[in-house]
């Protein structure tokens, strides 16, 4: 009777048992790398989100703002002070010495009236300005605002007082 249990009970040999712990090693190490990329991805996707959540904000209040830049027919080259990373606009509803004042920085991107309102965009850090011209004749900016994956989102914010027409206008 116990040589027939000792036959029943023979269980796996040491080579089974290596190949089940390699096999169940590698789904565990797959399974790992998949769950950091989902992670990665995650944070990439969160982080994107946020950003374009400012940019959108951001692109509100400048339009805004740039929409209050009046300037005067008699003014053909009104003066703007830029190094690409930052600007000033004067003119703000009209008055010469009025200014908004946009930069990107280390902290984000800058806006500051004259009254010292200031604002901080903190996930908006690298851009630049562009001058919107048309027969010599600044009639806005393109601000391009550059995410962490080096990619660029362009907007063009236009003068108050510069009604554009271009084209037939007949019909």
């Known amino acids: 009777?116990?040589?027939?249990?000792?036959?029943?009970?023979?269980?796996?040999?040491?080579?089974?048992?290596?190949?089940?712990?390699?096999?169940?090693?590698?789904?565990?190490?797959?399974?790992?790398m998949g769950g950091q990329k989902l992670f990665v991805?995650?944070?990439?996707?969160?982080?994107?989100?946020?950003?374009?959540?400012?940019?959108?904000?951001?692109?509100?209040?400048?339009?805004?703002?740039?929409?209050?830049?009046?300037?005067?027919?008699?003014?053909?080259?009104?003066?703007?002070?830029?190094?690409?990373k930052s600007i000033e606009l004067p003119y703000l509803k009209g008055n010469k010495d009025s200014v908004i004042k946009i930069a990107f920085t280390a902290e984000g991107l800058n806006i500051k009236r004259d009254d010292e309102t200031q604002l901080v965009f903190q996930n908006l850090k690298i851009g630049y300005f562009e001058p919107l011209i048309v027969d010599e004749i600044t009639y806005g900016i393109q601000i391009i605002l550059i995410d962490s994956d080096q990619k660029d989102y362009r907007y063009k914010l236009l003068f108050g007082s510069y009604s554009l027409v271009y084209g037939n206008t007949d019909g």
């Not at 040589?3 to 190490?29: D, H, M, P, Q, R």
């Not at 959540?53 to 002070?81: G, M, S, T």
């Open 41 to 84: 991805s995650f944070n990439s996707i969160m982080d994107t989100n946020i950003f374009l959540k400012e940019a959108a904000q951001a692109d509100i209040l400048l339009k805004d703002l740039c929409n209050d830049i009046q300037i005067p027919f008699w003014e053909e080259y009104p003066e703007y002070v830029s190094d690409s």
């Open 1 to 32: 009777m116990k040589n027939k249990l000792s036959e029943l009970e023979e269980g796996f040999t040491l080579t089974e048992t290596v190949i089940a712990v390699f096999i169940l090693s590698l789904a565990s190490i797959l399974l790992f």
